[in-house]
């Protein structure tokens, strides 16, 4: 049976994840598209390290890239190392030597997808990315197809499975930020520079890329509000939990009269919500459309197999039309799912705009007319106060203090906690329609 041969830039997690796949779902595969797929070349930086799946010995590991845009034989290039300068020129190379893309690399999508969809568009090739956001979550491939016919009005996403364990272990075992982070980079969930998780930045890169099928616009990263989880204490989460909500690091992006408002933040979600429900190293997302309504997709973001699952159903998709005659021809993917159209920059909400309710704690003196002094400046700054809530603590030289607002600006609270008010430590915490997050 006629095979169509894979290129494989990187052979660890997710390279050998979908090489494991491949073995162990060989016959299934065949079935489903009438052929073989074969990994003929493997791309890595060091060839003695042990591999700890073995695609064969067909398989040829080299460290040399240009084989896998130079080799005839070759159908898709599959990119699953990571970075951004080799992955760009890797991608680029392989689309105009006229070979179908699988990447897995959010990060390179969000800072210069346009650029290669572009390429992508001129060769009249694929450029797909499912495992791209939330792992084996089909989210791109819902977006792209299943809610074509949707305007999207909201999309929530827990997008960082390293993220979600933290908070989860912060809420189920009262652990402090720093011992959670611990136990996931010895568990393998966060790596030993755990920057990109905890700082909320890998979310951002997937809500770009996600915002892009669910709106039909680009959202600059470099304009996306973006807040980590570092300051998040266990005594938010316990006020969290006393005021009904929990704490997760969410994407969150929305149409508002035309305009995009998006943004990565900690966010308090009411406890009876699916999404407050998600724990450990799990992802969801769960998109509104004006249509369908809300629909929750949920399950494992990352790790070797489900990745390799998401990485295997794009090859799928390009396989089963490749080489067949009259079916390639007329094969045109729609990488970008607005008929590969360059997007039109997003009309941003300025963040500053937004609205929403928030969650207030300062650390006061314990003194009378505290509460009372910034009850008053919140009112000076247009916030209107929902609850408030004093805990007292003889032994302890501040006490915190915790407000929950009605829907206030997001200016009007910046300015209202600004580092000049007289508090001697300030957090809060906002909400995108009924869902909070956090500034600080
Ligand atoms: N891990 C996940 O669960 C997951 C989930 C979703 C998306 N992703 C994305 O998938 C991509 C790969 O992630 P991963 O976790 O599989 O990474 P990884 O385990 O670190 O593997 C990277 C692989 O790429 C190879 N490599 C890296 N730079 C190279 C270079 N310049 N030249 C040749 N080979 C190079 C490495 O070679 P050596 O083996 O010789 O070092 C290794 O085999 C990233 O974009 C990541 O964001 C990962």
Redesign the pocket.
């Known amino acids: 049976m006629e095979s169509v041969k894979l290129g494989l830039?990187?052979?660890?997690?997710?390279?050998s994840g979908l090489a494991a796949i491949l073995e162990e779902n060989g016959d299934w595969i065949e079935r489903r598209i009438g052929r073989k797929l074969e990994i003929r070349t493997a791309?890595?930086?060091?060839l003695n390290?042990a591999r700890a799946v073995n695609p064969g010995p067909d398989t040829e590991f080299t460290?040399d890239?240009t084989r896998l845009t130079t080799d005839p034989e070759i159908d898709i290039v599959v990119e699953?190392?990571?970075?951004l300068e080799?992955a760009y020129d890797l991608i680029r190379t392989a689309l105009e030597a006229g070979k179908h893309v699988v990447t897995?690399?959010?990060?390179l999508l969000a800072e210069r997808g346009p650029e290669l969809f572009s390429i992508a568009r001129k060769s009249g090739k694929g450029l797909y990315y499912e495992?791209?956001c939330a792992?084996g979550i089909p989210i791109v491939e819902t977006l792209k197809s299943s809610l074509a016919g949707d305007r999207v009005l909201e999309m929530l996403g827990i997008l960082n499975g390293t993220a979600n364990y933290i908070l989860s272990e912060m809420t189920t075992k009262g652990m402090d930020f720093g011992t959670a982070l611990a136990l996931a980079q010895d568990l393998g969930y966060a790596e030993a520079d755990p920057t990109f998780d905890i700082e909320g930045f890998d979310t951002a890169h997937k809500l770009c890329v996600l915002s892009r099928l669910a709106f039909g616009v680009d959202y600059p990263l470099d304009r996306l509000p973006i807040q980590g989880i570092t300051s998040v204490t266990p005594l938010d989460i316990q006020f969290a939990r006393e005021f009904g909500y929990r704490v997760k690091l969410l994407a969150h992006a929305r149409s508002v009269e035309g305009r995009i408002e998006a943004g990565v933040h900690p966010a308090l979600v009411p406890y009876t919500y699916l999404l407050a429900r998600v724990g450990g190293n799990y992802n969801a997302v769960r998109v509104v459309g004006n249509a369908v309504g809300p629909v929750m997709l949920h399950g494992q973001g990352?790790?070797d197999k489900p990745?390799g699952s998401a990485v295997l159903a794009d090859i799928l998709d390009i396989a089963k039309h490749m080489n067949r005659p009259g079916c390639e021809e007329a094969y045109r993917p729609d990488n970008t799912g607005f008929g590969n159209a360059d997007l039109p920059e997003a009309d941003i909400l300025p963040p500053e705009e937004a609205r929403s309710k928030y969650y207030f704690r300062f650390t006061v003196a314990d003194r009378p007319g505290v509460m009372a002094a910034i009850a008053k400046s919140m009112a000076d700054h247009s916030i209107s106060i929902a609850q408030a809530v004093q805990k007292t603590d003889e032994d302890s030289e501040g006490v915190p203090v915790v407000f929950i607002s009605h829907e206030s600006r997001a200016k009007d609270v910046t300015d209202c906690i600004e580092p000049s008010t007289p508090w001697t430590s300030r957090f809060c915490l906002a909400s995108a329609s009924e869902f909070f997050k956090v500034s600080t």
């Open positions: 830039a990187g052979f660890g997690t997710v390279g791309v890595v930086r060091d390290k460290t890239m699953c190392m990571g970075g080799t897995a690399n959010k990060h495992a791209s792992g990352a790790g990745t």
